[in-house]
Structure formats: structure tokens, C-alpha cells
Nanobody, 120 residues
């Protein structure tokens, strides 16, 4: 059974930091591209950052470049998002995503989300 479990969300003041974790099980973690998405109230879900499986290449959305760092530990089946210099506009539910494509098939798994609130 596939599971993605996020943790580490909470309330933080502007300028503060948080580290989100995603614990994965039930699939071959190292072969999947892993990503963090977020969804703010009234907005569509958006990609925050992604990291490939074996090579660990990363990409970031423009609003978080230079402030957020995505990483993964394939031995522990975990992914992380280090968030620094947090802004109120970073407030959202953050979701962990696992994706693999072996055409014509694709696999996508999602966690339940963790709330991040940036407010003074």
C-alpha cells in the first residue's frame, strides 16, 4: 500500500524557517521523481519544487528560488523541504507528490498535506 505522509508544518512568523518532511512507503522511492506542491485558499495547487530520483536534479518555482531547498534520502525513503525567509504568501497546505512515467503509463501518488501558516 502506497503511503506519503507529510509532517513539519505549523505556524511561523515572517522571516522564519520550517522544514517539511515526507515519509514514503509502498513503492520504489528512489526511482520516482518527488515534488512539493502547495495550495493556498481559493487558489489552484502549484508546484513548489521537484527532485529527480537517481540523479537528484532539482527545480524550483520562481517565488521560492533562493529561499527553499528540496532534498531526498533514498536510503530512508524520505524527502524534505527546507523553507527559509518565509513570507505570508507562502501560507498554504503543502503536499508531497511521487511521480513516475514509463510511457504509456504514469503513476502519481499524493500525501494528505500539511498546513504552513506564516503570520505575525
Amino acid at each position: 500500500q502506497v503511503q506519503l505522509v507529510e509532517s513539519g508544518g505549523g505556524l511561523v512568523q515572517p522571516g522564519g524557517s520550517l522544514t517539511l518532511s515526507c515519509a514514503a512507503s509502498g513503492f520504489t522511492f528512489s526511482t520516482y521523481r518527488m515534488s512539493w506542491y502547495r495550495q493556498a485558499p481559493g487558489k489552484e495547487r502549484e508546484l513548489v519544487a521537484g527532485i529527480t530520483g537517481p540523479a537528484g536534479s532539482t527545480n524550483y518555482a520562481e517565488p521560492v528560488k533562493g529561499r527553499f531547498t528540496i532534498s531526498r534520502d533514498n536510503a530512508e525513503n524520505k524527502m524534505y523541504l527546507q523553507m527559509n525567509s518565509l513570507k505570508p504568501e507562502d501560507t498554504a497546505v503543502y503536499y508531497c507528490n511521487a511521480h513516475q512515467a514509463i510511457l504509456p503509463y504514469t503513476w502519481d501518488y499524493w500525501g494528505q498535506g500539511t498546513q504552513v501558516t506564516v503570520s505575525s
